[in-house]
C-alpha cells in the first residue's frame, strides 16, 4: 500500500517568509509524528498528534512553528517568519494504534536563504 | 536527561566481514527500541525492534540487534556486510513504548568497503 508522503519534496524560500509542509499519513494510522533532521541537531522531535487527543507540542523549537492535523489525517506544518537555522529535512512518520514502529516519509528539505 | 548514544560517527568495515553498529540508551522504565537506516535522499526505513522476549531480535536484510538490559545497550549486528549496507543508521527509543515519540541517536555512517 502507501507509505507516507511529503510535499514538497524540496523548498527554498527567503528569511521571513512563511512556508507550509504538508504530510500524508499512512491511511488508518492515528499517530502522526513530525521530526527535524539537520547537521547540528541530529534527528529532533518536534510534535505528536494522536487520535483526537491534544497534540504533544513539547519539541517544537519556538512560538513560530505550528502544526495542525485536520480530519485526523493530513498534517501541515507551518513555520513563520522563517531564519537560516530553519533549514534542514523535515520528516514526518506515521503509526498504527496497534503498532510500535513508525513509518517515515521521504521528507521536506528546506532551505533558508 | 533521557537520551540515546551512539559513539561511533563513523564504521567502517570490509565485505563479507561481520559489523556491529552500537547503541546505548539512557532511558527509565521498559522503553521500546529499535533500529532504521537512511540512504541517502531518502526517509527513514524500519530494520527491526525489541519489546520483550528473546535478547536477539532479527529484521529486514539480515540485521540483528541484541539487546542487553544490565548494559542497556541494543547493538546491530549482521554476519556478513555487503557494499548495498552502506547508509547511515539510526538507534531510536520510545520511553513509553506503543505509540509514543522516539529519542534518536546521532546516527553512524556505515561504509562496506569491497
Known amino acids: 500500500g502507501a507509505g507516507v508522503s511529503q510535499s514538497p519534496s524540496n523548498k527554498v524560500t527567503e528569511k521571513g517568509k512563511d512556508v507550509e509542509l504538508r504530510c500524508d499519513p499512512i491511511?488508518?494510522?492515528?499517530?502522526l509524528y513530525w521530526y527535524r533532521q539537520s547537521l547540528g541537531q541530529g534527528l529532533e522531535f518536534l510534535i505528536y498528534?494522536?487520535?483526537?487527543?491534544?497534540?504533544?507540542k513539547s519539541g517544537l523549537p519556538s512560538d513560530r512553528f505550528s502544526a495542525e492535523r485536520t480530519g485526523g489525517s493530513v498534517s501541515t506544518l507551518t513555520i513563520q517568519r522563517t531564519q537560516q537555522e530553519d533549514s534542514a529535512v523535515y520528516l514526518c512518520?506515521?503509526?498504527?494504534?496497534?503498532?510500535?514502529?513508525?513509518?517515515f516519509g521521504p521528507g521536506t528539505r528546506l532551505t533558508v536563504t | 536527561a533521557q537520551s540515546v548514544a551512539q559513539p561511533e560517527d563513523q564504521v567502517n568495515v570490509a565485505e563479507g566481514n561481520p559489523l556491529t553498529v552500537k547503541c546505548t540508551y539512557s532511558?527509565?522504565?521498559?522503553?521500546?527500541l529499535f533500529w532504521y537506516v537512511q540512504y541517502p535522499n531518502r526517509g527513514l526505513q524500519f530494520l527491526l525492534k525489541?519489546?520483550?522476549?528473546?535478547?536477539l531480535v532479527k529484521g529486514s536484510y539480515g540485521f540483528e540487534a541484541e539487546f542487553n538490559k544490565s548494559q542497556t545497550s541494543f547493538h546491530l549486528k549482521k554476519p556478513s556486510a555487503l557494499v548495498s549496507d552502506s547508509a547511515l543508521y539510526f538507534c531510536?527509543?520510545?520511553?513509553?513504548?506503543?505509540?509514543?515519540?522516539?529519542?534518536f541517536g546521532t546516527g553512524t555512517r556505515l561504509k562496506v568497503l569491497a
Open positions: 531510536a527509543v520510545s520511553p513509553l513504548g506503543g505509540t509514543y515519540k522516539y529519542i
Open positions: 512518520a506515521s503509526s498504527s494504534n496497534s503498532g510500535t514502529e513508525q513509518y
Open positions: 498528534f494522536q487520535g483526537n487527543s491534544a497534540p504533544d
Open positions: 525489541y519489546i520483550t522476549g528473546d535478547n
Open positions: 532511558v527509565s522504565g521498559n522503553p521500546y
Open positions: 491511511s488508518g494510522h492515528t499517530a
